[in-house]
């Protein structure tokens, strides 16, 4: 032990390997801020007389804004139309001359409008009074001459698909020893929902949000965003937050579909008064029959269409929160819209449900609980399983293809024989705090994964080395120590085979794996004392000999090395070593200093660690002196 301790001190700075100070991916945030919510006010808008022009209207529209199946809010009262825009951002208005006569002049400078065109069969009489308004950019008589007239101002959004969906096809096999590693996609999914679901959740879960987002998000529009969450949150419901900006939504699906459980934790508060919500809304809803048939599109890579086309009746899960639409045409719209790419083919899945029974995640109507989607969308809760039906080509689309799937029900028989295979017998052990403290330790851990592995080929690893490290996150949380060390030596594995130039040194990836591996062993009790302590401090030290190691200084290489002396300070103190484990945890909370406010809870935490630890100290030197 003391030849660790003594190492520990003789490490020199030596070139290894680099830490990009940017190494999250924003790119999606830029698709984001340069959105546009696309809003056409009309007095026509529903009215009997005019149902065929409006249809023509509308579908020009959508074939211009949809790619990424952003909706056309429509209004046919000027109050409604000025209240709806008030609550959103980048507001590109289309409006009757009539109508926007009356309504331009009230919210000509509002911040949430970006843009108007004026749609009228008058152009002389409207040209008058707009040309002193300069967000009006057009006035036209025809709807195709105002699709041009957008193209002109108007830059597409990100190239990033920001809003796309992973999926996992999970092996219906449950014994089937080769396809046993499909299995920890279900496991990952069951015991994240879990997790996200079960851990406590109060108002200071919303503050944890707000921490989150004003670290990771800065721009003008971002803070506005964030600004009006904390401060009306509890006016509108989760669903309107949801559904109120691409912020909110890709924050919360891209962390689902990557699996970022730092962020997920982050967000828990929001995800389960979701979940929640759409659980009450689900059963004012719900029919003691028929069926409910839903839909939407997707562009897929066309080996994702082969993986789907050979896995008739399996299982699928669907980590995110999943939009779709009864109207199939909606769909089509959206779909006949979508640019073809190399090596792409346009989806349109197919949602079969049987509203008979109890569903496996709930599903509901959401049109009447916000204002920002289409009357008729239903939103299917995360962690979604669908039974995956026929696949077939969609005639009269290039490229396009019918993908069924069936939204299962709780006791489905092959879904629950795969889930009491794997997870009999597992619940949480340590409290709520304790949970997020262990996931939330090493916050970068995704981003110096995807770090690692940027610029390659190896996409898949990456997700492979995603899911073995959070298995064994959630298996350490549920008390499953010997399975969780087996995802850490994985993920290991992977790391090894697709890092470059990681076969035979240790990338700074694997800080984190090291570090918590050293925690876990602490909680084995199939071996001899010694050896279990000798494993935690083996690991712990490693993984701050990388750090030592790596000359690259950034504030992620410093959240790394005082997360790590946390980590060593606490194998220290149940090992028996108080004093070290004072030593580390002063060394941890001094590297917090220099780069985190005085009131940053992980200065806290680190500060009171330090008080309970000082107390125990106290006592055992009392107790020692009073032997004496």
């Known amino acids: 032990m003391k030849k660790f301790l003594s190492e520990l001190s003789k490490l020199k700075d030596k070139p290894r390997n680099s830490i990009d100070p940017d190494i999250d991916d924003t790119s999606w945030l830029e698709a984001v801020d340069k959105s546009f919510v696309y809003v056409w006010c009309d007095a026509s808008i529903g009215t009997q007389n005019y149902v065929k022009d409006a249809n023509n209207t509308l579908r020009s529209i959508a074939s211009f804004v949809n790619p990424k199946r952003q909706l056309v ?40 409008l970006h ?7 008058e152009k002389p009489t409207h040209d008058a009074w707009a040309v002193h308004y300069r967000k009006v950019r057009d006035v036209r008589t025809n709807i195709q001459d105002i699709c041009k007239s957008l193209k002109k101002y108007i830059s597409s959004p990100a190239i990033i698909d920001y809003d796309r969906i992973d999926f996992d096809i999970i092996s219906t096999e449950a014994y089937s020893a080769e396809l046993k590693q499909l299995d920890l996609n279900l496991v990952y999914s069951i ?7 079960e851990m406590g959740s109060t108002d200071h879960g919303k503050q944890d949000m707000v921490k989150y987002c004003r670290n990771e998000y800065t721009s003008d529009c971002q803070i506005h965003l964030i600004d009006d969450f904390e401060k009306n949150y509890s006016q509108f419901s989760p669903i309107w937050w949801y559904t109120k900006s691409y912020f909110f939504q890709g924050m919360i699906n891209r962390a689902l579909r990557t699996r970022d459980l730092y962020v997920l934790c982050s967000l828990q508060h929001l995800l389960k008064d979701l979940n929640s919500e759409l659980t009450q809304l689900h059963e004012k809803q719900k029919k003691t029959n028929g069926s409910l048939d839903l839909y939407f599109v997707q562009m897929l890579a066309v080996t994702e269409l082969h993986r789907l086309q050979a896995s008739y009746g399996q299982l699928m899960c669907i980590n995110q929160f999943m939009s779709a639409n009864p109207d199939k045409t909606i769909a089509i719209v959206f779909m006949k819209h979508q640019a073809l790419k190399a090596d792409k083919v346009r989806i349109l899945f197919h949602i079969h449900i049987d509203q008979t029974l109890s569903p496996i995640v709930p599903y509901a109507n959401i049109g009447s609980n916000s204002d920002f989607v289409h009357e008729n969308e239903h939103l299917i809760s995360m962690f979604g399983f669908y039974r995956i039906g026929k696949v077939e080509q969609v005639a009269d689309f290039e490229s396009s293809w019918l993908v069924n799937l069936t939204l299962i029900g709780k006791d489905d028989y092959q879904y629950m024989k795969l889930k009491h295979h794997r997870l009999e017998n597992m619940h949480l052990v340590d409290s709520d705090q304790t949970v997020k403290d262990r996931i939330c330790r090493f916050k970068s851990a995704n981003k110096l994964f995807r770090q690692a592995l940027y610029n390659t080929a190896n996409q898949m690893e990456l997700r492979a080395i995603v899911l073995h490290y959070d298995l064994a996150l959630l298996y350490d949380i549920f008390a499953e120590t010997s399975k969780s060390l087996e995802q850490y030596r994985c993920a290991l594995a992977v790391a090894r085979r697709s890092i470059p130039n990681c076969q035979h040194s240790d ?23 010694a050896t279990i302590q000798g494993d935690a401090v083996i690991h712990g030290f490693r993984a701050i000999e990388i750090l030592t190691k790596n000359e690259y200084i950034s504030t992620v290489k410093k959240e790394l090395e005082s997360a790590c002396y946390i980590n060593y300070g606490i194998i220290h103190e149940r090992i028996g070593q108080i004093s070290d484990a ?11 200093k220099t780069y985190l406010p005085s009131n940053h809870p992980d200065v806290i935490y680190s500060e009171r660690l330090i008080t309970l630890l000082s107390s125990k100290l106290s006592s055992s030197d009392s107790i020692k002196s009073a032997k004496s």
Request: charged fraction near 15%; aromatic fraction near 10%; include cysteine.
């Open 73 to 112: 809010h429509t209004f046919n009262e000027i109050d409604a139309c000025e209240d709806f825009i008030m609550h959103v951002n980048n507001v590109c208005l289309i409006i009757s001359g009539t109508f926007g006569k009356v309504l331009i002049p009230k919210i000509h400078n509002a911040e949430q």
């Open 115 to 121: 843009s108007v065109y004026i749609f009228c069969m």
């Open 191 to 197: 015991l994240a929902d879990t997790l996200l679901l």
């Open 507 to 529: 990338h700074i990836c694997l800080v984190p794996i090291f570090s918590n591996m050293g925690l876990t062993f602490l909680q084995r009790n199939e071996c001899e004392l």
């Open 582 to 592: 004072q030593k580390y945890f002063n060394t941890a909370l001094a590297i917090q």
